[in-house]
C-alpha cells in the first residue's frame, strides 16, 4: 500500500486556527481547518465548490472554480496554486492533471475538472476492474467509486515519488 494510515493531529489544526487571524482567508477556511478535508467538487448550480470532510459534514464557499479556490488554499499556507503546480510539474514531469500540495493534510487530485480527492484523507484504494473502476476508501470509513483505476494508481505513485523526493530535500 503506498499510503500509510494518516493519524489526525488535531491540536495543530486547533493552533492553526488561532494562528490565521485577520484574512480573508480565515474567514473562508477557518471552519474547515480544523477537519480534513476528503474531496471537493464544483456545485455549478449554486456556483460553488463544496467540500466533503471527514467528519461526515460538507461546506460550500462561494468561488468561481475549484481552481480558484484552492488557489485561495494555496495562498493561505504560502504560495500560489500556480507555483505548487510548478513544483510538482519541476519535479515528476508530469504535464497534465496535476496534483496540487496544500499543506501535510491537504494534497489534491484532479480525478475531472470539477472533482479532485485529498490524498492525505486516503485510507487505501481497492481496484475493483483494473480497466473500469475502483473505490477509493478514506480514514473516515467513507468511499467513493472511481471509474479511471489506471490513472489512480499511476498518480499515486508520483504523489509518492513526489513527497520522497521533498522530504529528502528538507533534510539536507
Not at 6 to 13: A, G, I, K, V
Request: proline share 2%; net charge positive; aromatic share 16%.
Amino acid at each position: 500500500m503506498l499510503h500509510n494510515i494518516f493519524h489526525l493531529n488535531c491540536s495543530f489544526f486547533y493552533s492553526l486556527c488561532f494562528l490565521f487571524t485577520g484574512t480573508r482567508a480565515t474567514s473562508i477556511f477557518r471552519k474547515i481547518l480544523c477537519i480534513m478535508i476528503n474531496f471537493i467538487k464544483y456545485n455549478y448550480a449554486s456556483s460553488s465548490v463544496e467540500a466533503y470532510l471527514s467528519d461526515g459534514s460538507n461546506r460550500s464557499f462561494s468561488f468561481s472554480s475549484i481552481s480558484s479556490f484552492l488557489n485561495e488554499m494555496c495562498l493561505h499556507f504560502g504560495s500560489s496554486l500556480s507555483g505548487r503546480i510548478d513544483s510538482f510539474k519541476y519535479h515528476i514531469g508530469l504535464k497534465k492533471k496535476i496534483p496540487v500540495f496544500v499543506n501535510q493534510y491537504h494534497f489534491f487530485i484532479p480525478i475531472k475538472t470539477d472533482f479532485w480527492i485529498n490524498y492525505e484523507a486516503i485510507h487505501e484504494v481497492q481496484y475493483l476492474d483494473k480497466k473500469n473502476r475502483c473505490t477509493i476508501s478514506f480514514h473516515d470509513h467513507t468511499s467513493i467509486d472511481c471509474t479511471n483505476p489506471t490513472f489512480i494508481e499511476h498518480i499515486l505513485r508520483h504523489i509518492f515519488l513526489f513527497k520522497t523526493k521533498i522530504s529528502k530535500i528538507a533534510s539536507v
